[in-house]
């Protein structure tokens, strides 16, 4: 089990012994933080390998490799996987390992709950991936849905009975998310070190605060949108069918409330992780740090207000549509706020460019790129034709992959010394930020290019006009693809290699905060009483003036 | 739409200087690829289409309008990290700076983002204002999306048909067929029965679909539209220039998603009269399929496939 990468400490904190006692019955946070990465590492690799027949399919023109009911399979798992079992249970886990060890808590406030979200994760993922896996390697059923992530009606009801797996599956992760959106909220409002005031937690715990509260806002209308096509499914409404009085539009509606604060879920824990990450290598203090959480917040508010800008073909009245557009473009004020402040932390500070800083570093620029695309899709008529294109591909990988992917990949470089005790391969990592970052902009960078010369995306097959650049973006979505691979070892090795340097207590030269005053390894427990908070030695979170 | 030919020229500069750009930055490529075989399809295609109408070459110009301030702002902001990344790094023996805060650049960079969204905000309206009307229109042509072909007919001569994808194209689009795209004129993008239309006439397209959601989408005439059961959207082209243009399905409709493509001739006006003319005589063109409105509506009308 890669699980028992922590398992050898060689401290003496009484961890309880055995897989089931250890693992199984797991209430420390640490233990869940571990598990929470190493699900999310090995649904990426998961969702990596569709990406791969997708690209692989999409590398010449012509059918090669499946048939087009297949590859709308791989499409609508590879988001399904990525979204939900990679990203959401990294920052997940993130939150679980650093939230307690940077606000000076002995552990989340809820842990039996935290044990059971974490454990309905492979349930859940179990039976969202079951009709795939049954048709794969046993050719029983139809495979797995096909009609997109976004489960649009008709289409999704036109799976068979795999539909049922997918809502019953989504209702899982939905409830696991629930639960650890509540957990973190305790948390950081009530198990907060005295003196460890709001406007002084470091930003990314502020991210989470603000991520949990959307996340319980809109996974219920989640589970009511998949419930009312559960039931016209398989009970005869007519929730979302124009023939019994419904409409399908109406679920885009719905889904899309769900979908944008959904988007961001994913989004604003990495803008605190790249806040931490910044100041630390700069070597100087976040700029602004009350602006950067007030823009946090400002996103996040407005996320509830903009859904239908991924409907603005749907035909909506042109009042409904200049709505949309003006409100969306608002959001790139407060994320301006964010990219410039994290420019001007750099401004005069004294940087060094260790990997976690590197791939912070990427995530600013090619997080921007993204950002610089989605202000383009939120011009209405401009998105008459963008939308639906590989334009559209272009833009959320470049905000998901480049953005929380890289976010992730940088926080798990800083602060894996603070897990393991051990420092990482640094050149390693470094070849791994150079690979990543030059394949992904050749995987992703000419989508841009496809979609503007009119290739819409979710096609198996295309016109010889489209072949070039779909063969440029398959060569770099492999390279990408492999390069991960180096990710997983040089994260293995870490955790394992006794050879390597051992860490120091804070790790990182310029890094400030309560996190880097326990022990590396992290001992199992910390804070067991709370740390007395040294106002300038706290995080970024410096508001004195 | 008075300062239309002002944009219009606006636009053009920059379409020059992309093109520039391009030409520079492909140079290479272009050479590699100017073998006789690669001539006849535009590869490496890098932006959208000015289309062939008002309305899309107005999308096209508020496409490169935002494209540019994308640019401009990019350039700024990486270019300030970038000289950061240079200048301020510790081994060339920087020292840290304590401040954290400039409430003056703070302001600026939020009332100044806020000037250029109204700046971009405000053309975007007007385009959306002027394709939102399709009053006036001379003819009206009803779009049905089916799983996977589009069913056209003209509401006021009653002509209709379906248009699915050509057979030469279907045959080596088949997984394993052995044949090679690079073979088939247009492929995936040519139809038994295109859509025909007049030129230099405001055509209104109603839109709706059998089953389930598709979109109508010929990217030259510069917009697309869901296609949705039970809904009935509805837009508008006014195309001055006769020629064939080519579109494909963009909402993802099932398996054969990739495969219904839409073209649209546009014809002179007393071409297409002379054609339309010929559709509607019952024994004309039985065997293509085309039926009178009053002959077998139900039949045309079926959803080929469980909706």
Request: glycine content about 8%.
């Amino acid at each position: 089990m890669a699980h028992d990468a922590t398992a050898h400490h060689d401290d003496h904190d009484h961890k309880p012994h055995g897989f089931v006692n250890r693992w199984l019955y797991a209430t420390n946070h640490k233990d869940i933080g571990t598990m929470y990465l190493v699900f999310s590492l090995v649904m990426f690799f998961l969702g990596g390998l569709m990406a791969m027949v997708i690209r692989a399919e999409l590398m010449y023109p012509g059918l090669q490799l499946v048939e087009p009911e297949f590859f709308n399979q791989m499409t609508t798992m590879h988001a399904l996987v990525m979204i939900f079992g990679a990203v959401m249970p990294a920052f997940v886990g993130l939150a679980n390992w650093m939230v307690p060890l940077m606000v000076g808590a002995p552990d989340m406030a809820l842990p039996r709950m935290n044990n059971w979200s974490f454990w309905i994760m492979p349930f859940a993922f179990t039976v969202l991936l079951l009709p795939l896996a049954l048709k794969v390697f046993f050719g029983i059923g139809g495979g797995g849905p096909a009609g997109g992530w976004t489960l649009y009606p008709p289409l999704s009801l036109q799976g068979g009975d795999n539909v049922a797996f997918t809502i019953f599956a989504v209702h899982m992760m939905g409830i696991s998310s629930i639960m650890g959106a509540i957990n973190i909220i305790a948390t950081i409002l009530n198990m907060r070190a005295p003196g460890m005031d709001l406007l002084k937690m470091p930003v990314f715990v502020w991210s989470w605060l603000i991520t949990a509260f959307l996340l319980i806002a809109v996974m219920p209308v989640l589970a009511g949108a998949v419930t009312m096509l559960l039931t016209d499914k398989f009970f005869g409404t007519t929730f979302f069918s124009a023939t019994g009085g419904g409409d399908p539009v109406m679920f885009q509606h719905i889904f899309w409330f769900f979908g944008h604060p959904e988007v961001y879920i994913m989004i604003l824990p990495a803008f605190g992780v790249v806040s931490e990450i910044i100041p630390t290598f700069a070597r100087k203090p976040l700029f602004g740090y009350q602006a950067m959480v007030y823009a946090i917040a400002s996103i996040a508010f407005l996320s509830f207000i903009v859904w239908a800008h991924h409907m603005f073909t749907v035909g909506m009245p042109l009042g409904g549509e200049l709505f949309f557009m003006y409100a969306t473009m608002l959001i790139a004020v407060p994320t301006g706020i964010k990219v410039f402040n994290w420019v001007f932390t750099m401004w005069k500070g004294s940087m060094t460019f260790e990997t976690p800083m590197l791939f912070a570093l990427g995530f600013v620029i090619l997080f921007t790129i993204g950002g610089f695309s989605g202000l383009m899709l939120a011009i209405v008529p401009a998105d008459f034709q963008y939308h639906d294109t590989y334009f559209v591909v272009a833009h959320f990988h470049y905000v998901l992959v480049t953005g929380a992917v890289f976010s992730i990949m940088a926080a798990t470089y800083y602060w894996l010394p603070k897990w393991t005790g051990r420092m990482y391969n640094e050149s390693l990592g470094n070849w791994h930020f150079w690979l990543s970052t030059i394949f992904v902009n050749l995987l992703f960078f000419p989508q841009h290019f496809l979609g503007l010369a009119g290739m819409p995306r979710r096609i198996p097959d295309y016109n010889v006009a489209f072949a070039d650049w779909n063969f440029v973006s398959s060569i770099g979505g492999f390279g990408f693809g492999l390069s991960q691979l180096l990710f997983a070892y040089i994260v293995w090795d870490c955790a394992r290699n006794k050879s390597l340097a051992k860490a120091t207590d804070q790790v990182w030269e310029g890094a400030r905060g309560l996190e880097w005053t326990v022990s590396s390894p992290a001992p199992y427990h910390s804070f067991v009483t709370p740390p007395v908070i040294d106002d300038s030695k706290l995080a970024h979170g410096d508001v004195s003036h | 739409m008075q300062d239309f030919p002002r944009r219009r020229r606006m636009g053009e500069t920059m379409k020059r200087i992309g093109t520039m750009m391009t030409r520079l930055a492909f140079a290479a490529s272009a050479l590699a690829f100017s073998l006789p075989g690669f001539a006849a399809v535009d590869r490496w295609k890098l932006n959208m289409t000015p289309g062939v109408t008002e309305v899309s070459q107005q999308v096209y110009d508020i496409h490169m309008i935002i494209l540019w301030i994308c640019i401009v702002i990019g350039v700024l902001v990486f270019g300030a990290m970038g000289y950061a990344i240079f200048k301020f790094r510790k081994s060339k023996g920087a020292v840290a700076e304590k401040w954290s805060h400039n409430d003056k650049a703070e302001v600026v960079l939020t009332v100044v983002p806020v000037l250029i969204l109204i700046a971009m905000a405000w053309p975007a309206t007007k385009v959306l204002v002027n394709m939102a009307d399709t009053r006036d229109a001379e003819m009206t042509i009803e779009i049905t999306g089916y799983q996977w072909k589009w069913g056209y007919r003209y509401v006021d001569s009653g002509v209709r048909f379906i248009s699915s994808l050509e057979r030469n194209s279907d045959d080596t689009r088949q997984l394993g067929s052995g044949m090679d795209p690079n073979g088939v004129k247009n492929y995936l993008l040519d139809v038994d029965r295109p859509l025909v239309i007049p030129a230099d006439t405001k055509v209104r397209f109603v839109i709706t679909a059998g089953d389930v959601i598709h979109a109508w989408w010929v990217p030259k005439l510069g917009w697309k539209q869901d296609a949705i059961p039970g809904i009935i959207n509805d837009q508008w082209t006014l195309v001055k220039e006769p020629g064939i243009y080519r579109g494909q399905c963009a909402e993802l409709c099932g398996k054969d998603h990739g495969f219904m493509p839409i073209v649209v001739e546009v014809k002179p006006k007393a071409e297409f009269a002379q054609w339309l003319a010929a559709q509607q005589a019952p024994a004309a063109a039985p065997a293509e399929g085309a039926t009178p409105d009053t002959a077998e509506p139900a039949a045309a009308d079926a959803a080929p496939t469980q909706g």
